[in-house]
């Protein structure tokens, strides 16, 4: 007998309903509904809540071959989880292309560094547009991160796609710019975002 006709037989036994048994494991009533189909398996969590609910093993639940599967599946999730908060992160650390001394100033011959609150050595037009490419990268960490945290996934592929065109958008705007120290560090972003979204594809 499969898993899902292992859960039904054992909630029937108890005289359960999939909400009873939805929430004594803490789980919504179609994850029950799914497992019992066979349309899909608990996590590993879940599992263990089941075990010790039903006084049963995992074993008895689930074959040796099907558990490492749940855990490979497990792991993989998990990967993809950390990369979207660090591509999150690394789009916050644009701050630093604000902050940092990374834009020249002359001042009697001498050249000196200073940050874009400070810097005027530029057009007006190029300033707003940094302001606009550095603010809209600061924007998407934040909305990553809270996508990634509320766990739903939607709108997870548009905000990754609209970070790694905004930061190419910065790299060649600064780079057109002669900006050498500030295309140095949105560079060093770019290829650490393009490392982590490999990495979440893999």
Known sequence: MDFGGKLQELRKSR????????????????AVSKWESGRGYPSIDSLKEISAFFDVTIDELLTGE?????????????????????????????VTLMVLPLYPKTVDGFVYSVNLFHYAETSEFNRMIYWGLFLGLVVLGIIKLIITQQGTGKGQKAVTYTSMAAGMAAVLFLALAREAYAVTVAFLLLALKAVLWYQRKE
Do not use: N
């Open 15 to 30: 005289g359960m309903t999939q909400e009873e048994l939805a929430e004594a494991l803490f789980v919504s009533r179609t």
């Open 66 to 94: 099907r558990l490492l599967s749940i855990a490979e599946r497990e792991k993989k999730e998990s990967m993809k989880h950390l990369c979207d908060q660090l591509l999150g992160a690394a789009d916050l650390l644009a």
